[in-house]
């Protein structure tokens, strides 16, 4: 197989099918009809001599080869695309483009709002996807193409796997109570020390089913502990239930101040001298230049950082 006789057009075809799981909605994506996308198929089949999906119910399910060749495929078609796309005619205005972006709820809070609202004064034709990705799969998802940018805490990254990143805010730890906490009107002072929060039992929010929170993280390096009454999920629930209950809770500041709205929480710094809690942006090497991967970090970096 030469590149001088092959169609580009149907690898464009190959990660739709890829990504959306059906002919329908690869043809709605495309704007093509489904006769055209299943010939397409028809096309691809044969120059790969492999199926490349099998019907598995109403899902298009990619064979084992379609598997290995895809993060190839897709990281091609980011760089001809960006190759076709220069600073000199890019045009936010104008730009009709998808995102997909890996965020958790308390970022989703956070940075959606106003990067909307940028989005829909300068660039309507830009679509996001947000959606949850394993810390573990951040290198994957990225060198694949199935998310374009992840904004998460610092972590360690392969030498070899061309991610590129940077610190976009930082945070701290701040503890919420109930207003009229009895904690604190057994005492004299009214501030959070150190013994008070020890004394307390505790919500934790993670998404794992078991494990430390950064919290305890620190509290273990001097060597102590809490007690946890609760493990859930998202901490506007926490704080919920910490407007109707004695639990305390630990959270990030910045977070606080959107969840904690409506129940009106006491907030407390946290009563133990700890690292500030850094946000990474992540991005893949394949889009650096891309023209609307440029912008639409820019816009990310700006919101986080509070910048107008």
Not at 25 to 31: E, H, K, Y
Request: with cysteine; proline share 5%; hydrophobic share 40%.
């Amino acid at each position: 197989m030469h590149i001088s006789r092959t169609d580009l057009n149907l690898f464009v075809v190959l990660d739709a099918i890829y990504t959306q799981g059906s002919i329908t909605r690869a043809s709605q994506v495309l704007n093509l009809s489904q006769p055209a996308l299943s010939h397409a198929l028809a096309r691809l089949r044969a120059m790969f001599n492999d199926p490349l999906f099998v019907r598995q119910g109403s899902v298009m399910a990619p064979t084992p080869f379609t598997r290995s060749i895809i993060m190839q495929v897709r990281q091609g078609l980011q760089l001809f695309e960006a190759s076709l796309q220069t600073e000199q005619n890019f045009d936010a205005s104008q730009t009709q483009r998808g995102f997909n972006l890996g965020l958790r709820d308390v970022f989703e809070a956070t940075l959606l709002p106003q990067l909307m609202q940028r989005i829909a004064a300068q660039a309507p034709g830009i679509t996001i996807a947000s959606v949850r990705v394993e810390r573990a799969e951040i290198e994957t998802e990225l060198s694949s193409g199935n998310l374009d940018m992840v904004l998460d805490v610092p972590m360690p990254i392969s030498s070899n796997a061309l991610i590129r990143q940077q610190r976009v805010t930082r945070d701290r730890l701040i503890v919420l109570s109930r207003q009229e906490h009895p904690a604190f009107y057994r005492k004299k002072s009214k501030a959070l020390d150190l013994d008070t929060y020890l004394a307390q039992t505790h919500v934790l929010v993670s998404s794992r089913r078991k494990g430390l929170g950064l919290e305890d993280m620190e509290l273990n390096r001097e060597g102590l502990r809490r007690q946890i009454a609760l493990r859930c999920q998202h901490y506007f629930a926490a704080c919920r239930v910490v407007a109707s209950t004695d639990l305390f809770l630990t959270m990030p500041e910045h977070y606080a101040t959107i969840a904690n709205a409506q129940f009106n929480n006491r907030i407390d710094p946290f009563p133990l001298a700890t690292q500030p809690i850094d946000a990474h942006l992540y991005w893949h090497a394949n889009t650096e230049n891309d023209p609307a991967h440029v912008w639409l970090r820019q816009q990310l970096i700006e919101v986080m950082r509070g910048e107008e």
